[in-house]
């Protein structure tokens, strides 16, 4: 029995089946794809089950990768998601997106995601990386917080709990040149490979929630969207009311 592991919150679309018995990864397929997930994804996951030989029948569990990220990428990886769990009748287990990226630093460190939420701000939170791979929890939580905030913030929490704070993610830049000088000692950062979520920690994250029932009916899961898109709040300033709301 296998869980599929779906990720499409950043510019990779990722693919993964891990066995629940064993915890072993199965397949991990991910690609850098701007702006076509909805194109690849469906191929990338027929792809997946045909070289495991997995069938719809040996699926225990859709993971997704809930968010917060690109808008368009989470709508595109739900709604295939809760398509296949409906049609395959198991359940969904959602892992926060920052958690999937914070899964690439080290063990031992305090691992600090920074992802472009747009409109100056960046979707952010810290985890403590325990020595086991993919260990992670969370100590402040996702938020979309400034640059000069996550900063100040991250050299903080180096010095409290005593251990360097790792920064990955595309928005490192922005975060680095918010430090009034150079990075402090406590403070590192990752090259760009380590900066996406990858599926096959997205798999090894989601197995521990399925494993405690922490999963949820397709109809009832919910991305992790934590602010607006740009579209609404446009909409917003253009028309005086609050977009998504047709009609009323």
């Not at 975060?175 to 000088?181: H, W």
């Not at 197995?207 to 029932?213: A, D, H, N, P, V």
Request: include cysteine; charged fraction near 20%; hydrophobic fraction near 45%.
């Amino acid at each position: 029995m296998a869980i599929l592991a779906v990720e499409t919150s950043s510019a990779i679309c990722g693919v993964a089946l891990l066995d629940v018995n064993s915890g072993r990864i199965l397949y991990e397929s991910n690609r850098e794809l701007v702006r076509l997930h909805s194109k690849e994804l469906l191929p990338m996951i027929d792809r997946a089950m045909q070289e495991t030989g997995i069938t719809p029948g040996g699926i225990d569990a859709v993971a997704i990768s809930a968010g917060p990220g690109s808008f368009t990428g989470i709508r595109i990886g739900f709604a295939t998601v809760k398509a296949l769990a409906w049609c395959w009748d198991v359940p969904v287990c959602p892992v926060g997106s920052l958690d999937v990226i914070a899964s690439n630093a080290p063990a031992g460190t305090l691992a600090c995601p920074v992802v472009d939420a747009r409109r100056d701000l960046l979707y952010s939170a810290v985890f403590v990386r325990g020595p086991k791979p993919c260990d992670t929890e969370e100590i402040h939580p996702a938020g979309a917080y400034l640059a000069s905030e996550i900063a100040k913030h991250t050299a903080i929490q180096a010095m409290r709990l005593g251990r360097k704070v790792v920064l990955l993610g595309d928005a490192l830049g922005l975060v680095e040149a918010a430090f009034d000088q150079s990075l402090p000692e406590s403070v590192d950062v990752l090259t760009q490979g380590e900066w996406y979520p990858r599926a096959g920690n997205l798999a090894v994250l989601s197995l521990r929630r399925f494993r405690e029932g922490l999963v949820s009916p397709a109809q009832d899961v919910k991305p992790t969207y934590i602010r607006r898109s740009e579209a609404e709040d446009k909409w917003d300033r253009a028309f005086g009311g609050s977009a998504g709301k047709w009609g009323t």
